[in-house]
């Protein structure tokens, strides 16, 4: 491609493209004519990236950061972080890392952004930012966006969020930054970690019924009585452009489903998918919150968006994908 046909594309910098959403959302915006630059620590050990260029660093270093961040962008997606499911983010051991590397990433990103000028950024936060009080009862959680305060995020994680959320509506109101904030309910689908201890739950059950033979049984933590929201990627990514594409609406609002199941039932769709009659063990383990739902009231009114895909179709895509998985893991040993 010429340079002159380069500049009349539109520009995307995606922090974290080497990552399970970083990589879809990649995709997505090549589909749409995007010159895109990935960074990441690594890339996607699923598929090769698609982005136009792809630099190896890590944006704690704010040496990387200058070298990424070396001419201005029409939007930038800072989708970089420290994460992972329960058994990373509640057990306590990793508090001090997540907390330190994903501020020190975004503060390097917005220090450096506003010297050479970001037109538009988006972050994303989590439903890990809600009070833990308004998540007892499973039958009825409280996530609108407006009852994040009084703040008592349940962990490290959630607190980062918020912290982090504040920092990017601080440069929005006192540098003028062109700010984009969604707080993600439990993004899940293929290419996404499904083992290691960074998995989320619905990548862990499918793998776990994977592994299992017919007959067999699976273990889960605690009752599984708990209950969640389950959003596919193709569904969160539409939301995400949606909002960047609204105009004066900064956020922060949910992008999540209303679909809410208890983890029993995530596991009994996940067997009936895979057609295994498994029972369910339960153990003791790091649980979060007793019950949590995205609240869609806002979104609807702000960008007229809300997910169409159900949690079934979702899992199938993502059964599949992990069964493949699994049976080249167990091919290669």
Known sequence: MNKQAEKKKKTALVCGAGGFIGGHLVKRLKKEKY???????????????????????????????????????????????????????????????????????????????????????????SACIYPAYNQEDPNNPKC???????????????????????????????YGFDVKIARFHNIFGPEGTWRGGKE???????RKVAEAKDGGEIEM????????????????????????????????????????????????????????NLK??????PLGVRGRNSDNTLIRQKINWEPTLELKNGLEKTYLWIEKQVLKTKSSR
């Not at 989708?79 to 890392?97: H, K, N, P, R, V």
């Not at 504040?166 to 006192?174: E, G, I, S, T």
């Not at 995530?266 to 895979?274: N, Q």
């Open 221 to 276: 933590w605690g009752d599984g009585k708990q209950t969640r929201s389950f959003l596919f990627i193709d569904e969160c990514l539409d939301g995400v452009r949606r909002l960047m594409n609204t105009p004066n609406f900064t956020g922060p609002v949910n992008i999540g489903s209303e679909e809410m199941v208890t983890i029993n039932q995530l596991a009994k769709m996940v067997m009936k998918i895979a057609k295994k």
């Open 144 to 174: 609108s966006e407006d009852s994040a305060y009084p703040a008592a995020p349940d962990s490290e994680y959630g607190w980062e969020k918020l912290f982090s959320e504040r920092l990017y509506l601080a440069y929005h109101r006192n």
């Open 35 to 125: 010159w895109i630059r990935g960074v990441d620590l690594k890339r996607s050990e699923f598929s090769k990236s698609e982005a136009d260029e792809f630099i190896i660093g890590d944006l704690r270093n704010l040496s990387v950061c200058k070298k990424v961040l070396d001419k201005e962008f029409d939007e930038v997606y800072q989708l970089a972080a420290d994460m992972g499911g329960a058994g990373y983010i509640f057990t306590g051991e990793m508090d001090a890392d997540i907390m330190n590397n994903s501020a020190t990433i975004n503060l390097n990103m917005l220090n450096l952004g506003r010297k050479i000028g970001f037109k538009k950024i988006f972050y994303p936060s």
């Open 200 to 206: 989320k739950s619905p990548a862990a059950i499918c």
């Open 280 to 285: 369910i063990k339960h153990i003791k383990g």
